[in-house]
């Protein structure tokens, strides 16, 4: 059950750290969110779509070998599934509680506080628009929604309770000897003959790959973007363009919160409201102990202890009571009492603003080079093309015409490159076509990621082959005489282990003991973790064995047993809030599975193989 656990948790954990990501790390994937994406697509879950941008994000924009793709594209599928099913059944995010997500995240605020200004300067810098952004944290709220139904509705009898705290509480002494393979290498020998008959019989697993070394050129916006200047007269004649969008007034708020919870009674929602109307005449008789009130009544704890503080924000930041008040007071004016979804609130205005060009010059600087930057990338690509095309024999006349580095590559083959950068299933099928391979032309321009393309040819190639005996014999031998003391080490471990369980004596160099639990497996295997256990502890020592692959065998021997200590009241509260989360996550790896078994799931070009299921 303990292996079955802890498969299934890391599954739940990956699926809910793909979902997070874009909150707390969605930064440095410039352009991903911004681009089209084309044809090609790594899965379809029920209709919608998983792309090359979808991976993008989810890896943080770090180029992703083709192994590890369909693992990622594995994680981006159970995540689909999951929200697709929070969708159905109800589970969404309120304006309060994506707010309260949004404003906690430490990459939008400045000295602790959250700032409006920095929220969209940050959004800007990614080409990710405001409602982008909060749709991928309302995706996240719905999610957990649906997930923590899960483990809040698994509650644990006080039975399953002791019979636990006992299982996993006990302790026991144990010492181990492993006896390894190369003890055994001086009892072995191999026969020229014994490897001339291994050689024959696995020709197919020594050949190598089919291999290539290429010249390769990369065309990219990024790198295009990093060349492009801007001038103060553009950056001032986008400004006076833009006001409307850019010029958005800007408010600096305090408040005092006095919260109400989702369920509360009437009769709660009336004594809080009770509370903050006290509060207010308390302000209004004296406005100048607003943060001295706030620190002391205030149940915001974002912002209690800053005096109420807010800090700067734009119009459509707060909950829509909450700015609809604020942007109709003056400065220094003090609101009745505002009820939103959070409770009632006393709100302060402390300033108010129109953000200046010299407060937006690197925000439009940098919107300003990428919009020169994309049109440089499509208006270069056509050319760059045709260029890889015509001029088919070399890549150096496009290097010299676009100011382009020709980079070697080492060894490439059909399924991989170490170059990250040129692991691309496109790319690999362009190499090694006739064309390339035979014909030695250049590939087209490829698309290897949103604003990068690339264009290779061959410099070096060498054909699938077995190699001769005489390269690979020592290598054989080594093998060979390896497998041969493997065997003999474990075959001599099961007679020791079996001498040992009798009673008699055996020679075999103990470690010191360690303490081992069900809870604390110190790198045991289940299978001998129970088998330590189930030994009872009046008739210790006992004796437990295990073959290690490629290691040898390891005997265990059960010196001790510690029963487990009693539990107080706190660590058993900790224990039955682990155990429904346990259980929960067994039920959502469960529940992941029916979905993918009733959705249509289809996998696109851009997926050299499906994920395992």
């Not at 002494?173 to 393979?181: K, T």
């Not at 064995?545 to 009693?566: F, H, M």
């Not at 058993?572 to 155990?579: F, P, S």
Request: hydrophobic share 40%; net charge neutral.
């Amino acid at each position: 059950m303990f292996d079955l656990v802890q498969k299934n948790k890391t599954a739940v954990q990956v699926v809910l750290g793909l979902v997070a990501l874009g909150l707390v790390v969605g930064f440095g994937v410039s352009g991903y969110s911004a681009m089209q994406d084309g044809d090609d697509f790594y899965a379809k879950v029920g209709g919608s779509r998983i792309t090359e941008r979808d991976v993008a994000l989810a890896t943080e924009g770090q180029a992703v070998s083709n192994e590890m793709k369909p693992m990622v594209v594995e994680q981006l599928i159970r995540q689909k599934l999951l929200l697709q099913a929070a969708a159905k059944q109800g589970f969404a995010a309120t304006d309060a509680e994506m707010q309260k997500v949004i404003m906690a995240v430490p990459a939008f605020q400045e000295n602790g506080q959250f700032s409006a200004k920095r929220y969209q300067e940050m959004l800007a810098a990614q080409q990710m628009t405001v409602a982008q952004f909060e749709q991928r944290v309302r995706d996240d709220i719905a999610l957990r929604q649906l997930l923590s139904s899960f483990v809040s509705g698994n509650f644990q009898s006080q039975k399953t309770m002791d019979r636990m705290a006992a299982l996993l509480g006990e302790k026991r002494a144990v010492a181990a000897a492993l006896l390894r393979p190369e003890a055994y290498l001086d009892q072995v020998s191999v026969s020229e003959a014994e490897i001339k008959q291994y050689y024959d019989k696995h020709k197919d697993e020594l050949k190598a790959p089919e291999m290539v070394k290429l010249a390769y050129v990369v065309l990219s916006q990024d790198e295009l973007a990093n060349a492009q200047t801007v001038s103060d007269a553009e950056v001032q004649q986008y400004f006076d363009q833009h006001k409307s969008e850019l010029g958005k007034e800007e408010r600096r708020a305090a408040h005092i919160l006095i919260t109400v919870a989702k369920d509360a009674s009437a009769e709660q929602r009336a004594a809080a409201k009770t509370k903050a109307e006290g509060i207010l005449k308390e302000v209004r008789a004296n406005p100048a102990r607003f943060a001295e009130l706030a620190k002391q009544y205030s149940q915001d704890p974002g912002s209690a202890q800053q005096g109420g503080e807010l800090g700067w924000f734009g119009r459509g930041a707060m909950v829509k009571p909450f700015d609809d008040t604020v942007f109709k007071l003056d400065k220094g004016q003090i609101s009745d009492v505002v009820q939103t979804d959070f409770g009632y609130h006393v709100i302060k205005l402390e300033d108010a603003r129109s953000p200046a060009l010299a407060d937006l010059k690197p925000t439009i600087e940098q919107k300003l080079k990428l919009q020169k930057a994309q049109a440089a990338f499509q208006s270069q690509l056509a050319k760059f093309n045709e260029v890889v095309y015509q001029q088919g024999s070399s890549l150096q006349p496009a290097a010299d015409q676009f100011k382009l580095q020709v980079q070697q590559s080492g060894w490439v083959t059909r399924k991989g490159a170490q170059d990250p950068a040129l692991n691309n299933p496109k790319l690999f099928d362009a190499v090694f076509s006739d064309d390339v391979l035979k014909g030695k032309h250049n590939t087209e321009a490829i698309e290897v990621a949103p604003g990068k393309v690339v264009s290779a040819r061959i410099v070096e190639h060498k054909p699938a082959e077995v190699p001769a005996l005489a390269t690979v014999a020592s290598e054989l031998s080594a093998k060979l005489k390896q497998e041969k003391a493997l065997k003999l080490a474990q075959e001599d471990g099961a007679r020791k282990l079996a001498a040992l369980q009798k009673g008699e004596a055996v020679s075999a160099e103990w470690m010191p003991a360690i303490d081992v639990s069900r809870s604390m497996q110190s790198g045991v295997d289940a299978q001998t973790l129970n088998a330590m256990f189930r030994a009872p502890a009046d008739k210790l020592p006992a004796y437990v064995g295990n073959v290690v692959p490629e290691q040898g065998y390891v005997l265990y021997r059960v010196e001790t047993s510690t029963p487990a200590p009693k539990l107080d009241a706190q660590t058993q509260q900790r224990m039955r809030d682990g155990l429904a989360k346990m259980y929960g996550e067994v039920e959502i790896s469960n529940y992941i599975d029916s979905l993918r078994k009733s959705a249509k799931i289809e996998y696109g070009r851009a997926m050299q193989a499906k994920p395992a299921e």
